[in-house]
Each structure stands twice: as C-alpha cells, then as structure tokens.
C-alpha cells in the first residue's frame, strides 16, 4: 500500500516534532517539512490546527493530525514494522513512558527558561527526579527498552539531546549519576535518524532563543553553550 503525502509543521527548535522527525526517519518514510514563526502564525496554519500548537502533521495535504504522540504513533502505523510492543501490556506500559518522557520535555523547558535562580534550582530538582526514574526504567541494551529502537526512545532522545549540549555545574544532567542513561545516550545519538533530526544552525538558534529570555536561567545557559564553541 502507498504511503500518504506527509507534510510536517512545526518550528526549528521544537523538541515534541523533533521526535516525529527521528520516528519518520528511522523508519525512512518521506516528508515535507515546514517552519513557521510562532509569533505570526499563518493563516492556513490557524485555519488546520484545532488547537493551534505545533506539531501538525497534515495528511495528503488537507486531513490534520495533531498532538506529537498521536503523530508518531500515526506514523508507527502505516509504516512496519511496528516501534510499539505488540504485547496489550507492553504496549500499555510503553505508551505510559511516552507520557513521562514528555512530561520531562516540559521539565526541562522550565528549567531553561527560569526567571529566577530560585526557579533555576527548584527547576533542577524537579527535572533531575524524572531523570532518576527514566534510569532506574532504562535498560540501554542497547536501545532504552532492548536490542531495538523503539518510540520511548525517539521521545526521549529529544530531551538527552538538549542537556548534553547545555552543560551547566547545575544542570539536572549529570552523565555520571545516570550511568544507563549515559549509556543509552551514547548509542542513541550516534544514529543518523538522531543525528540529522535537527536543523543545521540548531546551535545558533538555541543560543539566541536562551538570550531572548527574560531572567536567569536562559541568558546564562546561552552563555555557557555560547562559550564552549562547536
């Protein structure tokens, strides 16, 4: 059966497409991809969005599906084989992880964009507590949950993918007490789906959206990222 015209929409340095991006690509599926400017939204995109955030993924050019997680398992679907477990249970559990591994995007986001360095540290704390949960679950043989790449693994790459680049003494990532993690990771980003899931000037781009935030968190990070170079 033919694949749909995929048309993928979100902006550069959103990390719930980006796992999109790593599931469409590991599984050699073609796309189109798109960026727009959150803060002028265009009117297509309004009129085909229902709830008016990224990602959307429209579907041979005019149906809309959208919330990341739904995207990927969307695209998990029509393209085997599967990156879910075929076990209910295993599935049930998988999906479960999903959720928490976006819910640690969320963590993290906070944690760079604190407005104060009461909340940089508070934002640390919470964000190192989902960190010490996705270890103790992680199995790094040598995917997250096996020998093979699965969508817990897309989901959380993402948020590895963020930390190793924005090495901070207080960073939640420290790679010596998440040592399956650490290890899950260093696999991870060697795959060319994980690899070439970013734009080219993700870097730059990551520094001037840390710079544009108000407060503590964001102009240093931006400085320290800034500071180590390529």
Known sequence: MALPNLHLVSFPLCPFVQRSVITLKHKQVPFELTF???NDL???FREKSPTGKVPLLLVDRDTPVFESAVISEYVDEIAPPRLLPEDPLERALARAWIAFASDMIMAMHHWMTAPTEEAFREARDAA????????AQCQAD????GSEFSLLDATLAPVLMRY???QDPESPWQPGEYP?????WQHVSELPEVKDSTIEDFRERLIRFLNNQEGFAGPRLAAGL???GH
């Open 226 to 228: 800034a500071a180590r």
């Open 42 to 44: 265009p009117d297509w």
């Open 180 to 184: 399956q993690l650490a290890r899950w």
């Open 164 to 166: 190793d680049l924005l």
């Open 36 to 38: 727009i400017d959150l």
């Open 142 to 145: 040598p995917c997250f949950s």
């Open 128 to 135: 190192a507590k989902g960190l010490r949960r996705m270890e």
